[in-house]
């Protein structure tokens, strides 16, 4: 039996699949670390923690491996879309990564639209100036810390950069450079008008292939750090979203997906590259060559349930918190959630908007506190659902994955405040096995990624909208919606007292 490896690196944990030629997930194992917020708005990680927990993740992996290390055959990436790594002229890191949720980059968002103008840049990227991406990431480095950005030579998204420690090679790919604001998103190239505006140089950008491009083989220090053979091949890859899609067979017009990790995310294929959302929702190439993907985007999904976790229950497990969920009424005995946490991005892009519980009363116990939370955060995807309903689109299936589709209370809800049937697949690490099927692809076992996902995706469940709940979950969805507009200006006063 021969074998790929699909290693997804999120923004909680690098995950690591060992995937075989029927698509069977033989091993599985996950390394965790943190985040590292500084200040009000700053989300960064240490590159040099992502390529340690690899090596842990893969070594450990590798020992337990019964077979032939020659079967591994090949290995692909899934990543956190848009963090800014940056390198010296010798390849070394030269600070954090500054990541997707990292929101310290207003001012370099208005300079932006100010050099480039809002409707050329949408012209170009498909894309509008959001604070994660990395562009505005760049010129903050740039402005900010001078002499940093003066030594940098080049810039890579987080798993192009754990890529190149693995191979030696520097390469990015579409699907990721399209979030970073300076793709030509059409012609699928580094934008040189964008470079030029902003005076940075083509060679400041890695040379970019397709997702399940061969980019080069395990490197002997690798190779000496986790066993793996010299001789498996490396695979491309693409961004944690386009690998979630292939992951669960979007691969077709009309396929939805709803993905619950640290962020939240729904998304919906494209064959087209230029329709016109006006910037509303993300629009990226896919990891399929000549497809794309529409997607709206919550900051703190998975998130606002990791942080009530680590303030009030640090020691339990997520199944342990969540026991009660199923028991508490829709509604959390009216106790609402918004997960405002590091602000918002679709439909509210605000770098400002922070969280609230509304409703709060005297009655309400712990168990209310996590339903209102899950209720809370599924509102929030639902408010990019309806960008897709009201722009056209019918969504009566929605794939769902990532961290929160392992709770089973949490897909019916998402059925309900959805109105749609949930399809649960056999493994919900969508991103891992998207990375696996590129690496199958590249190696040749099938030649297309549709092929491959006949025979890896395997659906589990389905979970059918309840209609009493819908119907209370409509009602809930109004109020829901107001609590955006009625705390904006509540945040921006609070703004001067945040830390
Ligand atoms: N058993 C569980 N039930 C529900 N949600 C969970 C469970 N375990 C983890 N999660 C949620 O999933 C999130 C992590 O999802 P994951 O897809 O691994 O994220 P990422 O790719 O961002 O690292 C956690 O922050 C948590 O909110
Ligand atoms: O910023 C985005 C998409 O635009 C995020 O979806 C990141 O790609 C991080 O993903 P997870 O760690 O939540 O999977």
Not at 337 to 357: K, N
Request: with cysteine.
């Amino acid at each position: 039996m021969k074998y790929v490896i699909g290693i997804d690196l999120g923004t909680s944990a690098v995950k690591i699949l060992l995937v075989d030629q029927k698509g069977n997930v033989c091993m599985e194992t996950s390394k965790s670390y943190p985040l590292i917020q500084e200040q009000f708005g700053y989300s960064e990680q240490n590159p040099e923690e992502w390529v340690e927990k690899t090596v842990e993740g893969i070594s450990e992996m590798i020992n337990q491996f019964q077979g032939d290390i020659h079967d591994i055959e090949g290995i692909s990436f899934s990543g956190q879309m848009h963090g800014l790594v940056l390198l010296d002229r010798e390849q070394r890191i030269l600070r954090n990564a500054i990541l997707w949720n990292d929101t310290r980059t207003t001012k370099q968002c208005r300079e932006i639209y100010e050099t480039v103008g809002k409707q050329r840049l949408l012209e170009i990227t498909k894309n509008p100036a959001l604070e994660g991406f990395t562009l505005p990431k760049i010129l903050w480095v740039k402005e900010n810390e001078p002499e940093t950005f003066e030594r940098a030579s080049v810039f890579l998204l987080p798993k192009d950069y754990l890529r190149y420690r693995i191979t030696g090679n520097i390469h990015s790919e579409y699907s990721d450079a399209a979030g970073t604001l300076l793709l030509n998103m059409s012609k699928r190239e580094w934008s040189e008008e964008l470079l030029n505006l902003f005076g940075l140089s083509p060679n400041f950008c890695p040379p970019l292939v397709e997702s399940h491009e061969f980019v080069g083989t395990i490197s002997p220090e690798f190779s000496r750090l986790t066993g793996l053979s010299e001789f498996t091949k490396v695979f491309a890859g693409g961004a944690d979203n386009a690998c979630g899609a292939i992951g669960s067979g979007i691969l077709s017009e009309g396929k939805t997906l709803c993905s619950v990790g640290t962020s939240g995310v729904v998304l919906s294929y494209e064959t087209r590259n230029d329709l016109d959302f006006e910037g509303k929702v993300h629009y990226f190439n896919h990891g399929e060559p000549n497809s794309f993907y529409t997607m709206g985007v919550t900051l703190s999904a998975g998130y606002s349930l990791n942080w009530f976790k680590e303030k009030i229950a640090q020691d339990e497990k997520f199944e342990d918190l969540l026991q009660e969920v199923g028991i508490v009424p829709v509604g959390s005995n009216g106790l609402l959630f918004t997960p405002y946490l590091v602000g918002e991005r679709t439909p509210h892009a605000d770098s400002t908007i922070r969280a609230s519980f509304i409703g709060m009363d005297a009655l309400h116990e712990r168990k209310d506190f996590v339903r209102a939370i899950l209720e809370g955060i599924t509102f929030s995807l639902n408010e990019s659902i309806e960008i897709f309903r009201e722009n056209g689109k019918n969504i009566e299936a929605i794939v769902s994955i990532g961290g929160g589709a392992k709770n089973e209370a949490w897909l019916q809800m998402q059925a309900d405040i959805f109105d749609s049937k949930i399809e649960k697949l056999e493994s919900e690490q969508g991103p891992g096995m998207g990375a696996a099927m590129l690496a199958a692809i590249g190696c040749g076992w099938f030649s297309t990624l549709k092929e491959c996902a006949t025979s890896f995706i395997q659906t589990e469940k389905i979970y059918y909208p309840i209609k009493e709940n819908v119907e209370k979950y409509k009602k809930l969805f109004s109020i829901y919606k107001q609590i955006y507009k009625n705390t904006k200006s509540l945040n921006e006063q609070l703004k001067e007292f945040k830390r």
